[in-house]
């Protein structure tokens, strides 16, 4: 697409593909992507790994790379996010921030927001900053699975995000976790060391807890509340 392209012929394009690519294989669907958008797209990473970044990367090796630096990241996802800007040196990571420093949203609202209005402080330091940014962009490539949860399962490959105004491809919507981890372990893709030691689902450090064996990956998010999304998908 050209840089003018209007809202209705990216809603019309995704609604196309949405059917066309429904059972789309990763690389189909980023190989479309990428000849649909070229520059006009962006690929989110938490940094938990690199997965989806060396997917992306296999069919356009200067993507943008996006990451949402809260403010309340662990030291190890920010370590990950140095090390994949090593690893793939012709990307550009897009460092997303909020409008307010922590020290200054805890001026305004109090300190540990995220304790009291968790919904708030993922809309101020998440939402916020993604919308900003995806609106220099046509399309954005997520990681989304359907097996990440169950407010996951019916994850499209292709869909219209019209509350952020682009098109939304999630190539790995389809794989398991088995496949997620072979492709993982056999390309021997970079992971956030916070893996191993417990931690199948990473977040902001304070709403990022151990999960016990066997558990559902994400229970560790915001754990003791009924919060089980940040905003960014549902």
């Known amino acids: 697409m050209t840089a003018a392209a209007s809202r209705d012929e990216l809603k019309a394009l995704?609604?196309?593909?949405?059917?066309r690519l429904s059972d789309a294989g990763a690389d189909e669907a980023l190989r479309w992507a990428v000849e649909q958008f070229g520059d006009h797209?962006?690929?989110?990473?938490n940094m938990q790994d690199a997965v989806l970044v060396d997917l992306v990367t296999?069919?356009?090796p200067d993507v943008d790379v996006l990451f949402l630096d809260t403010g309340y990241h662990f030291a190890e996802t920010i370590g990950t996010r140095d090390a994949v800007a090593t690893v793939?040196?012709?990307?550009?990571?897009?460092?997303?921030t909020p409008e307010q420093t922590v020290p200054e949203q805890d001026a305004e609202y109090g300190a540990n927001l995220f304790e009291?209005?968790?919904?708030?402080c993922c809309h101020?330091?998440?939402?916020?900053p993604l919308r900003r940014t995806l609106g220099d962009y046509q399309c954005w490539i997520t990681g989304v699975r359907r097996a990440d949860a169950p407010t996951r399962a019916d994850t499209p490959i292709v869909t219209w995000d019209d509350r952020n105004g682009l098109v939304k491809v999630n190539p790995i919507a389809a794989w398991t976790d088995d496949e997620f981890d072979d492709y993982l372990h056999r390309h021997g893709v970079l992971q956030n060391p916070l893996v191993s030691e417990g931690y199948p689902s990473i977040g902001c450090a304070p709403c990022t807890a151990k999960v016990a064996p066997g558990a559902d990956p994400r229970s560790g998010r915001w754990a003791g509340s009924s919060k089980t999304?940040?905003?960014l998908h549902a």
């Open 14 to 19: 995704a609604d196309e593909a949405s059917v």
């Open 41 to 45: 797209l962006i690929v989110a990473a």
């Open 58 to 60: 296999k069919v356009k």
């Open 88 to 96: 793939y040196p012709e990307i550009r990571i897009v460092n997303a």
């Open 116 to 120: 009291r209005d968790p919904n708030q």
């Open 124 to 128: 101020l330091r998440k939402v916020i």
């Open 229 to 231: 999304e940040c905003g």
